[in-house]
């Protein structure tokens, strides 16, 4: 059976017409794009469309695309080469709320002597830009703020943090890999330093992502090595894998409207009914700026793990917050930065929906999930009208 997938902020199906574009590079077509004979030299040639194509759809220069392996490469990336390329910096500024490949990283450098000052969120994880205005330090050689919350789907004010960083002669970079495909981005607009991009996010492979880097910005390697993406990131390029996004950009960028007028609708739709038929179920986030695919939605009473588990028996996937810190039992960071309640906090559910998902899908849901709450609640030690428990500490 296949799956009613609401899981794509995590992951997304690859498109038929990429894996079509890919293919002939996964078999015939499997020379080295640097070698100098022409079999490889088509492929070589390849590698160049491909990146004009990003380029286009970012609206940059080709020279401004480093192919890396995955967002959080870029990310790093990013943030290392900031700090390689001003030494004397050892400042940098993000949000609570970001992805872990920041705030790992964050916490890592904190180790290592570095300062991070990470600014706070509201109930609806917006940013306070007069805060980040305080933050920045003579000393500060980045800042790093996601374009949207992958987690709630919230939409920072990028443009507005662009300027100002501009303004005040620090770096900025933004991880936009839940933005690209689902929010119109134009770099020759857009003030930004570096920005980073993940290819499984939208309907391209796992393995492949890009860092824009925009022309000037100054820039240390992360991977030491050969020649190749201009002597800016070493190792032999995957050049299935950039093949194929370059055809996912292009199909995001062709689908654009789509995304936020049908997927929306179906987004809308699927919230509005589980509001309507689930007592004591709220909203996180911000409902105005949003990525228009994502919806989390938080359960009073619940574990959102004993939800997960009982709708993926009826085939139905979802997350509780990101891929990349599934398995803890903790409540999510983002949703502790913004104050959500313990007894919300612990039943959020994140449904995030793409241009494959239909309206069966979102039918099945809300058939399905009042009674997998409902069921929960009837075993939920949390609930108002429970005894206490002996020697509770929860």
């Not at 709320?97 to 990283?105: I, M, Y």
């Not at 703020?145 to 770096?171: D, H, Q, S, W």
Request: a negative charge; charged letters at 20%; aromatic letters at 6%.
């Amino acid at each position: 059976m296949n799956p009613v997938y609401l899981d794509n902020n995590a992951t997304t199906m690859v498109a038929p017409e990429v894996v079509e574009a890919m293919l002939p590079y996964l078999g015939h077509w499997y020379g080295n794009p640097s070698s100098m004979h022409s079999f490889g030299g088509h492929v070589g040639t390849k590698l160049k469309e491909a990146r004009a194509d990003v380029a286009a759809t970012l609206g940059c220069k080709p020279e401004e695309v480093i192919f890396t392996s995955c967002g959080s490469e870029s990310d790093n990336t990013a943030i290392l080469s900031a700090l390689a390329a001003n030494p004397e910096k050892r400042h940098l500024v993000t949000t609570r709320v970001e992805h872990p490949a920041v705030l790992s990283l964050a916490k890592h450098l904190e180790e290592k002597d570095y300062e991070v000052t990470y600014l706070a969120v509201d109930e609806k994880g917006r940013l306070d830009l007069e805060e980040l205005a305080r933050s920045i330090r003579r000393d500060t050689a980045i800042v790093s703020v996601m374009y949207a919350n992958n987690e709630t789907g919230t939409i920072f004010p990028v443009p507005e943090i662009a300027a100002l960083c501009k303004a005040r002669g620090v770096l900025f970079h933004t991880d936009a890999v839940q933005a690209v495909g689902k929010v119109d981005i134009d770099l020759t607009k857009l003030p930004v330093d570096m920005l980073a991009l993940s290819g499984h996010k939208l309907h391209a492979p796992k393995g492949v992502g890009v860092l824009f880097v925009r022309q000037g910005t100054p820039f240390r390697p992360f991977l030491i090595g050969g020649h190749q993406e201009r002597g800016r990131r070493a190792g032999t390029e995957n050049t299935a894998g950039i093949i194929a996004l370059a055809a996912a950009m292009k199909l995001a960028r062709e689908n654009i409207a789509a995304e936020n007028t049908q997927v929306k609708a179906l987004r809308d739709r699927l919230e509005t009914g589980i509001l309507a038929s689930v007592p004591d179920s709220i909203v996180n986030g911000d409902l105005e700026h949003r990525l228009p695919n994502t919806s989390s939605i938080a359960f009073k009473y619940v574990e959102g793990e004993a939800i997960l588990l009982m709708l993926d028996q009826f085939g139905i996937c979802a997350s509780s917050g990101s891929a990349c810190t599934s398995g803890s039992l903790e409540p999510s960071h983002v949703l502790r930065a913004m104050g959500v309640p313990f007894t919300f906090a612990h039943g959020s559910i994140r449904f995030s929906l793409s241009r494959y998902t239909s309206e069966a899908d979102v039918d099945l849901v809300l058939e399905t999930l009042p009674g997998v709450i409902s069921t929960l609640r009837r075993m939920s030690p949390f609930r108002e009208d429970s005894p206490p428990k002996a020697n509770c500490t929860c």
